[in-house]
């Protein structure tokens, strides 16, 4: 099962593949880590965002999208665009699964990562959307055996 782990930040939505297969995590290459939307996003960079972002999950054939849940008020609250940016995603015919950080904590706790992040060959603003992405395989996987 491939699945896109994404984390929105103010403009960005940064992603992360992850593939499970015969009992094996793999990390594969992706044309894309993040996409920018400039912070006067209209209605054209949306449309854009949504085309580009929905044509690289047919490309890889990702199975399953997990969002990073954003707070929608206090100090840590997710942006107008960022929020845009999840509308977009939720448009594609996908299932998309928002996953909290509490979940994730939970998930990433019973089920420690093996590999080491340093060696997958991800940039370090990717280590969110790649946990968001184990969380919800390892979360799947554990239910379903």
Partial sequence: MLVCGIELTSTDAVICLLDYDTNTFNVPECRQRLFTLPKSAGTDAIRDFHFA?????EDYRVEVVVVIERPQKGKLAGTAISFKLEAAIQLISLPVIMINHTTMKE??????????FDNLGLKKFQRPALN???SYLSGYYEKHS
């Fill in 53 to 57: 972002f929905k044509k690289l999950m």
């Fill in 132 to 134: 968001a992405a184990y």
């Fill in 107 to 116: 998930q990433m706790k019973r089920n420690k990562m093996q590999a080491d």
